[in-house]
């Protein structure tokens, strides 16, 4: 699919010049609401939020960043800070709190994780609707009173493709961090909504190689790519160690190795 079909609309007349305004940046095709019956896929902003939705008899609900409430909020307070897995992948400790690029933004749960915990995140992102989405979470979670202060001073969006920007920007971070596309094909509710429809939008990641070779020039310290626990590593390129979670491994791999 081409990432520039999917098409905004808005549904709150108040705002309407903010919708029209994340279209523009993010060269997205303007939808009047009432259009929308030929679109599988469409950007909706409503009264509180910008959401993807999958139109179809049996389409999931919406589809939107939130790291104020839910599950971002439940790991907040209770995700075991920096002794959790992702934490130690990364290599927080009590000293050392690294810059990080996340170079497959997706809904940028595990950025903010990071971002929480003391770190400067880059979040990339090329697909220009999942950047919107992204664009106005960053939005919402900066006016937030809890959280609002560290996502405006930790957090920032690029739209690019992570592979160019990377080969552009050398040693520019301490850490580079991906989660590329994993080609699911379990159909089943234990593959999130959110997977299902990205794989459509977006597809597999089909240059991972290329994509690890990229953070490797990017990152001064190391390169974290998450991956199921039973997954074969990134392009079959064993990392210098792994961290390992119940359902996820965190593979490890030094720059200079």
């Known amino acids: 699919m081409n990432p520039t079909a999917i098409p905004l609309y808005c549904t709150a007349p108040e705002r ?6 994340i279209a523009r940046r993010f060269a997205l095709p303007w939808l009047l609401p009432d ?10 902003m409503d009264g509180e939020r910008l959401a993807l939705i999958e139109h179809g008899a049996d389409a999931p609900g919406p589809i939107y960043v939130d790291w104020v409430e839910g599950h971002a909020a439940h790991r907040r307070r209770f995700g075991g800070g920096r002794g959790q897995p992702l934490a130690k992948a990364v ?9 990080v690029v996340d170079a497959t933004a997706g809904l940028g749960r595990d950025a903010f994780v990071l971002a929480s915990l003391g770190c400067a995140v880059t979040l990339l ?11 106005d979470g960053l ?3 900066s006016a937030d009173a809890e ?7 930790r957090m920032q ?3 690019a493709d992570a592979i160019a920007w990377l080969q552009q920007h050398p040693q520019v971070t301490d850490v580079v961090y991906l989660d590329p596309m994993y080609p699911h094909r379990d159909k089943s509710a234990l593959v999130k909504k959110e997977m299902r429809a990205f794989q459509v939008i977006v597809g597999s990641d089909t240059d991972g190689a290329e994509l690890l070779q990229a953070a490797l020039h990017g990152a001064r310290r190391r390169v974290v790519v998450k991956r199921p626990k039973r997954a074969p590593p990134l392009a079959e390129r064993a990392p210098a160690f792994s961290i390992s979670s119940p359902n996820t ?9």
Do not use: N
């Open 157 to 159: 969006l690029v739209h």
């Open 91 to 99: 290599g927080l400790k009590q000293a050392q709190t690294p810059s």
């Open 147 to 153: 959280i609002g202060a560290y996502v405006r001073e």
């Open 35 to 44: 259009a929308t019956a030929d679109a599988r896929f469409t950007l909706c």
């Open 125 to 135: 992102e090329r697909h220009p609707a999942i950047a919107a989405l992204l664009a």
């Open 249 to 257: 491994r965190y593979d490890v791999y030094l720059p200079m190795a």
């Open 16 to 21: 309407i010049p903010e919708a029209q305004e």
């Open 139 to 141: 939005q919402r979670a």
